[in-house]
């Protein structure tokens, strides 16, 4: 028989599942979360519903961002086996230059509304990770300061024209004066949509003191510290605030944008130039044929136009019409990483993530957004490794297909 003796406490630890020392509370927090899913769950838990609403919401019925979850939970897979997949290599290109994992963290507006830190802490990942992130003219940042917090990340720079193109051509020195990489030139916010979350919560911009914002301060007490003892919770790039965010595209961004103006910037920006937002085969060749570098095929997360057709869905037709002479991206509702292998094997160069990193950094800052990237970096390496593949360029249109039901 086996003598018995007390236990060590390095032999119960794992037993009870007690902390790594190393991590802090919140890390270890973000740490027990396995999934985007589970980190959009705790996101919930640390901000003002409005807050949250405002990230998670789309337009109208928000029909158009069900549909786009709804084409990836169709995707199957056809998986190779007998291959040697012992070492994954997750880079690619993306105009022209190396990217670490195969997509960049996407433009967001109002960053700070999520997380007092907002968008330093978002390019402060994706530099240590090797990615691109992209600053949106709704940005909370600065152009110059956030190239001086990130000077070696690969920054993009998001442009919506306004009405003022004196103010437009302006911001555009700026942003060449500070090392931005490309302009992305987004064109489907001719007016703002109708997002009803925001409209029902009462949510304004910058947020209103109001009797019922005020009675979630106890509900939340660190979002509000946080807003109400750091900057001004402002637009770095607009003066004009005021409404919901929808209002204020209407009321800033010029409607009359036309092919002219894809003209005009090319004229006054010599680097690469991305246009966001396209959502037919016939505008992708029109972009291409204006002489552009990568087109987006986006819907803008469904925030603009109410039932719209979904990026994925349309992927290999706009893939099959430019040929190689711009590269493609995708975006919108794109939720963990089998997703982004899905839209890398029907020919997309990349993907850009948006509201998966928002929910990061609602739930815990950088460190959130750091672990969203942790989360995606895995499940693209599993998904490849599981499909036989060792590298971006072996994914191919032979290994996935929608299926016409979810199940």
């Not at 700026?174 to 919560?201: C, K, Q, S, W």
């Not at 910058?206 to 005020?214: C, G, I, N, V």
């Not at 349309?314 to 975006?331: M, N, S």
């Not at 895995?378 to 036989?388: A, F, P, S």
Request: proline share 5%.
């Amino acid at each position: 028989m086996s003598a018995r003796r007390l236990p060590r406490w390095g032999e119960i630890a794992p037993l009870i599942g007690a902390r790594d020392s190393s991590l802090s509370r919140h890390q270890a927090r973000l740490e027990r979360c396995a999934s985007v899913a589970d980190i959009r769950a705790l996101a919930k838990r640390r901000v003002p519903p409005a807050v949250f609403d405002y990230t998670d919401g789309a337009a109208g019925t928000e029909s158009t961002l069900s549909r786009s979850r709804n084409a990836y939970a169709r995707v199957e897979f056809t998986p190779r086996v007998l291959r040697d997949v012992s070492q994954v290599d997750l880079s690619t290109s993306m105009l022209g230059a190396q990217s670490e994992l195969p997509f960049a963290l996407a433009p967001t507006g109002f960053t700070r509304m999520m997380h007092h830190i907002g968008e330093p802490a978002v390019v402060s990942v994706a530099q240590e990770a090797g990615i691109p992130y992209g600053l949106s003219t709704l940005g909370t940042t600065s152009v110059e300061d956030l190239a001086a917090i990130a000077p070696d990340a690969r920054r993009w720079f998001q442009l919506y024209v306004w009405r003022d193109r004196e103010a437009s051509e302006a911001l555009i020195d700026r942003v060449r004066a500070n090392g931005y990489e490309a302009l992305m030139l987004t064109l489907d916010t001719a007016v703002g949509g109708i997002r009803l979350r925001d409209v029902r919560n009462g949510l304004t911009i910058p947020p209103q003191l109001s009797l019922r914002t005020m009675s979630q301060m106890a509900l939340y007490p660190r979002w509000w510290g946080n807003l109400l003892t750091t900057e001004p919770l402002e637009f770095a790039s607009l003066s004009s605030t005021g409404g919901t965010v929808g209002d204020l595209l209407t009321k800033v961004f010029d409607p009359t944008i036309n092919a002219a103006d894809i003209e005009w910037l090319r004229s006054i920006w010599t680097g690469p130039l991305i246009v966001k937002g396209i959502q037919s085969v016939e505008d992708a060749r029109l972009v291409t044929d204006l002489g552009v570098d990568a087109v987006v095929l986006s819907n803008h997360g469904g925030r603009q136009l109410d039932k719209a057709n979904v990026p994925l869905e349309i992927l290999p037709a706009v893939v099959e019409a430019v040929g190689d002479r711009v590269e493609v991206y995708i975006d919108g509702g794109i939720l963990n990483g089998t997703d982004v292998v899905a839209a890398l094997a029907f020919g997309a160069r990349g993907a850009l993530i948006g509201r998966a990193y928002l929910y990061g950094l609602m739930a815990g800052g950088e460190d959130g957004v750091r672990r969203v990237v942790s989360i995606l970096r895995k499940e693209i390496m599993t998904t490849m490794q599981l499909m036989g593949v060792t590298s971006i360029d072996q994914l191919d249109p032979s290994m996935v297909r929608l299926r016409s039901t979810p199940n």
